[in-house]
Structures are given as C-alpha cells and as structure tokens.
C-alpha cells in the first residue's frame, strides 16, 4: 500500500511538473534607468503591457500569452526581445550604454542574447546611410556578408521555432535592403537619375505577399508588403485616373488575410487628417473593412478630434507661456492678426531643419498682419536647453516655452503627437489650418496668398 501512495504522489509531481505555462517570467537590472516604466510592445506597434521599474532599477513581471518578437522600450530607446511560453528571463543593462550592454540569464536567454547580438553585428556593419552610399557591387557584398554572418551564428543550442524564425527574418530583411537599395542610393548620393544595373538582383520577383504568418513575425517582411502595396496602388491611381484613397480602399477590400488588411487599414488611417477633404469618407471605409476593434476605437477618437479641429472651429488655446524675450505671452494677446504656430522641441531633427526657412518666412511677413509663434514642448529640465539654442540660433518670432510639454493642454487640444507640427489661426483665434503647410513648403506661401495675408 505504502509503495502504491508513493507512485502516485512521484506521478502527481511528474504530471504538475509537465504543466504548461501560458506566462513568460521577465525580470530585471537597469543601472542608470531612463524611465520608471519599461513598455512591451509587439509586432503591430501595440503596448501590450507597461512593467514599474524601481528606483535600483530593478523590475520583475508576468507577461501572459507572450509567444513572439516584441521590444521593450524605456521610453528613449528599445529593443528586441523574443518570448515564448515558460521563458524564465533576467535583463541587465546600462541605460547610457543601452544595446552594448545587453545581457540575459535564465530559461529563454540564449535566444535573446542572439538578438542583442545580432543587432551589435548589424551596426558593424555601419549605418544604413553609410551603406547606401557604396557603390552596387560593394553593396551587395556587404549585405550579402552580413547575413551569411548571422546565419552562421544560430546555433544548436537555440530553439527550433526561433531559428526558423531567425531565417524566414534574414531571408526578408535581405530582400528589403536590395529593394531599398536604388531610391536611397539615389538620394544619399544627390544623383536623382540613379538606377541601379540590369545585373542588380531582384530579389522579390518571386515574393507572394499574402503570407499572414511571416506578415505577423518578421517587420521586413511587412515592410515589404506596405511597399508593395503604395507601388500598387500609386500605378493604378496613376493609369485609372482616379484618386489614391479610392484606390487604396479598393485594394484592401480583396485583401483576405485579416492581418494583412488591417495593418494596410492602419497605415492609410493616417490619411484621416484633418489637412485632408476625404477623411470622412475614409473614416467610414476603415471602420467598414477593420476587424481591430481597439484600432477602431482609437480611429473614432482621432477622428472625433479632427472634426473640431475643423476649418472655421475655435482654436484651442493656451494661457500663459513663458516669453523668451520676457514675461508670458496667450494666444488671446494675439487676437486680431493671423497666427502660425510652430511646434517643436530642441531634441527634435526635423523641427531643426525648418528653422532656416521658417526665419526666412518670418523676415518675408515680417511687416504684415501675421505673428509667427514657436512653442516649445521640451520638458521644464531641459528649459536651459531651449533657451540656449533660441539664443545660439538666433530664432526669430515669438518664442513660448509650453507649461506641460507633451501634456498641455494646447497639444493635447490638437491632438499632437508627433513635431514639427504647424497651424495657422485666423484673427479672430479660429482655425484655417489643423495641419499647416511646413515652412519649408511652397504650399505655405500659395496659402497666405490666398489669404492676402
């Protein structure tokens, strides 16, 4: 009897112990962490799950039905991380260091410490904009060496499904740096007549792009489908005489895999705008072929918002903003002229880049009945760094230091998200444009003609 309780208690811990988990253990050591919060995103650019980092940095979560390619990111830089159920995985790092110091322990370490890796032996390999510039032969061989590389690196010790993974990945982002390869080496090099030779490969004349599987794990492979699907649609617009939104919904309507169509769904909703006529019907195109009910959510609030921010609404405003040249400053102090807002913030590359002909507008117009506004929307710790640079660069027009950066209540009102972001305002603080032509656009100046500005 005694021998009969004991196997049945050594089967009962046998059975338990081959339980499969459905949750991936992450947790971790940040030394000099940027953020307070490490956010888990996945392949379709959702947060699915934001993860409290200690004062220590140290952090430890439960992440359930993780299986996949994800990122985690502390806010100013990320990186990839594959998860699978039953993982067991520890991170270090330094934040200053980031990506050079990346390391895991535990059940699930081997595949990503191949991933922190493998993108050590991409930067090797130098910057996409340094590659891009080689000539083709040189190219093609850099590409070509890098992934016979990285293919060479996976090794027996790491799991079957994430080296055919790892494969299918290399395969696509192979072909994605040769098509990439024509356009970028044209504009890199300032040779707007570049065409590649009628030697250079086509490495996706064979590719079918209705592959939901790779679609959902490998973002090259998503690129592809997006690029293939802008050429598409950009020739039948182009050959049918009719208007690329039209073309573009009737694309996607005979798309079947549901991934598929509403990731290209996801990527024309950034159409609905309020610079654009159509975003009505748009908006109800979307809505009609979407399965992603959380998508759908947040496209009815984002339209939603575009409807007040229509031509002719009353602008939102903003109270009391620091002035650069002293004292504050609101939107009502500017009643009675026109008003086109800047807003940008001094970490920010492309909002650096229309400060030289922003100024030149600004000398332009600078006699007529239009004030030019900048708002900054750094955050108050880097209040020096604003001032310095409106001083260094010698920036013209009226400069505002926002209240609440990214959550003030201007921003917010506009439902901003990402700079440089123009608006222009009528003398009576109503709204001619949401979405403004950029300085650096002739457009900007074909509008304040109309105007008579």
């Not at 650019?45 to 299986?67: C, P, W």
């Not at 610079?275 to 979407?290: A, T, V």
């Not at 009502?332 to 002909?357: F, H, M, Q």
């Not at 003030?408 to 009576?428: A, Q």
Request: glycine residues 4%; hydrophobic residues 30%.
């Amino acid at each position: 009897m005694k021998k009969i309780i004991f196997v049945l208690i050594v089967l009962t811990i046998i059975s338990c112990n081959k339980e499969e988990k459905n949750y991936v253990l992450f947790s971790g050591k940040i030394e000099n962490p940027n953020s307070n919060l490490l956010s888990i995103i996945n392949s379709s650019n959702k947060k699915v799950r934001e993860i409290t980092v200690s004062d220590t940095g140290v952090f430890s979560d439960t992440i359930f039905d993780a299986n996949g390619y994800f990122r985690f990111s502390d806010s100013k830089e990320s990186s990839s991380i594959y998860l699978k159920d039953g993982y067991d995985i520890t991170l270090n790092m330094n934040a200053k260091e980031f990506d050079e110091t990346i390391t895991y322990t535990g059940k699930g370490s081997n595949e990503n410490n191949f991933l922190a890796q493998k993108y050590l032996t991409i930067e090797k390999y130098g910057s996409p904009t340094k590659l891009f510039l080689l000539e083709e032969a040189n190219y093609l061989n850099k590409i070509n060496d890098q992934k016979t590389e990285l293919l060479n690196s996976l090794s027996s010790d790491l799991d079957n499904d994430f080296v055919e993974s790892e494969k299918t990945n290399l395969k696509y982002d192979h072909i994605l740096k040769a098509k990439q390869y024509e356009r970028a080496h044209a504009y890199f090099t300032k040779n707007k007549d570049f065409k590649v030779s009628k030697n250079f490969p086509d490495l996706a004349k064979d590719l079918k792009y209705d592959n939901e599987k790779d679609y959902k794990t490998s973002s090259a492979y998503k690129n592809l489908v997006g690029r293939n699907f802008y050429k598409t649609v950009r020739e039948k617009s182009e050959k049918d005489s009719i208007p690329f939104q039209e073309a573009a919904i009737a694309f996607i309507e005979n798309v079947k895999s549901p991934e598929i169509k509403n990731g290209l769904l996801t990527s024309v909703a950034r159409d609905v705008s309020s610079g654009n006529p159509k975003s009505g019907d748009l908006y109800e195109s979307i809505m009609r072929l979407s399965t992603d009910e959380d998508f759908k959510t947040k496209l009815t609030e984002k339209y939603n918002l575009i409807k007040k921010l229509a031509k002719g609404s009353e602008s939102p405003t903003f109270e009391n903003y620091e002035n650069y040249a002293g004292g504050t400053t609101s939107l009502n102090d500017l009643k009675g002229k026109y008003v086109y807002v800047d807003v940008w913030a001094t970490w920010c590359g492309p909002c650096k880049r229309e400060i030289p002909s922003l100024k030149k507008i600004e000398k332009q117009y600078h006699d007529k009945n239009i004030e030019f506004v900048s708002i900054s929307i750094d955050v108050k710790k880097d209040h020096n760094l604003w001032t310095e640079m409106v001083k260094e660069k010698e920036l013209t027009g009226v400069q505002l230091f926002s209240d609440n950066d990214w959550n003030s209540k201007f921003v917010k009102g506009y439902g901003i998200n990402s700079i440089p972001r123009f608006i222009l305002i009528d003398p009576d603080g109503k709204i001619i444009n949401a979405n403004a032509p950029r300085p650096s656009n002739k457009a900007l100046i074909e509008l304040f003609n109309e105007l008579n500005i």
